[in-house]
């Protein structure tokens, strides 16, 4: 069959929809893009091809006899050679919770039809690249574990250059201070020395554990490389589908630091920094993403990370000054954050740059 010949110098788009038309019209903005469109008219020949050409990401429609595209992306998520092969929802469906059962279920992302050539192209760009991003840390986690102790920690320090590499990209694309990262690494130290002190958290807090946030607190936002660049700098207010595309960076983030866990201590800086990019979205009361989690069900450097992370905004460009700024978190306190982390975080503010 054609599709078990791979040209290996092009990325390969698997294309599933059971409408022929619509197969043509993704197959020539596909090639626009000068990658390898290979089509299928259902997910059981899908799901088929997926597993003997391994490609570089799927398109699927949703709605199609028999085993729709929820249920492929299932089975694809099952598989070890198919579960790491992003997948993108297309559908003339736009309801909210279409979108949102897509990315419980895995996928990384959800196109409306019609389509708009530069729309495709723009997103399949993104997980395109984005893949071949997390194919390069995968491979080199692999190499990693053959590797000798002095070697072991090079490739780590590879790693984490890597790793600040794509958050920075992160961060340019969301319209941040250039220095807003690193103030925000700063402060998230200075909390987390301050709440050493505090008898409430002095035997959660070790020196070792506050290295390890000011290392990790750059990656938070790390998913974000996955966001489309125009929603992420859209001035305008977003629609329900944005939002979910853009809520969906915790996550995506948490997988992306997920496949670099390793059998040392590097692990401990990974975790620290998975908990850190899923959950600093989550709030006190409940009403955070992305599970909704309450109270000290919050991993405690996303706490950390959460609260300074307001600060930090708050006061970003000379906006609010160090007074305004914690009267506004007052109000958020017990809400929003942990108050008496909010407690601590006012005593020693004149810290905070």
Not at 268 to 281: C, L, P, Q, R, S
Not at 283 to 289: A, I, L, R
Not at 301 to 307: F, G, K, L, R, Y
């Amino acid at each position: 069959m054609e599709y078990e010949v791979k040209d290996k110098s092009k990325q390969t788009v698997l294309i599933v929809d059971d409408i022929e038309t619509n197969r043509l019209v993704l197959e020539e903005i596909i090639k626009d893009m000068d990658c390898r469109p290979i089509l299928a008219e259902s997910a059981e020949q899908a799901l088929a091809m997926a597993k003997e050409c391994s490609p570089e990401l799927i398109l699927s429609d949703i709605s199609m006899p028999g085993m729709d595209g929820y249920e492929l992306c299932r089975q694809l998520k099952k598989h070890e050679t198919t579960k790491n092969i992003p997948v993108v929802f297309i559908s003339a469906f736009d309801d909210p919770m279409d979108i949102v059962e897509g990315f419980l279920l895995g996928g990384e992302d959800y196109i409306t039809k019609p389509f708009i050539p530069e729309v495709v192209q723009a997103r399949v760009g993104v997980h395109l690249r984005l893949h071949e991003a997390k194919s390069e840390l995968m491979e080199m986690n692999r190499r990693l574990q053959i590797s000798v102790s002095e070697q072991l920690k090079q490739m780590e320090l590879e790693k984490k250059n890597i790793l600040y590499a794509l958050a920075n990209i992160a961060l340019q694309n969301s319209g941040y201070e250039s220095d807003y990262m690193e103030r925000l690494r700063r402060n998230c130290g200075i909390l987390a020395q301050g709440m050493q002190l505090s008898p409430m958290f002095e035997d959660k807090i070790s020196d070792t554990y506050i290295d390890t946030i000011e290392l990790a607190t750059p990656l938070c936002d790390i998913g974000n490389i996955g966001v489309p660049m125009e929603i992420l700098k859209k001035k305008t207010e977003l629609t329900e589908e944005e939002v979910a595309i853009v809520r969906n960076h915790t996550g995506m983030g948490a997988r992306l630091l997920g496949d670099l866990y390793v059998n040392n201590d590097y692990n401990e800086f990974i975790g620290t920094a998975i908990d850190i990019a899923k959950y600093h979205h989550e709030e006190w009361n409940g009403n955070g993403y992305p599970d909704g989690l309450a109270g000290e069900k919050i991993p405690l450097a996303a706490q950390i990370v959460s609260i300074m992370e307001r600060y930090t905004s708050l006061t970003e460009k000379n906006a609010n000054s160090r007074e305004e700024a914690l009267a506004r978190m007052k109000e958020e306190a017990g809400v929003k954050f942990n108050p008496d982390i909010y407690e601590i975080c006012r005593r020693i503010a004149r810290q905070f740059s």
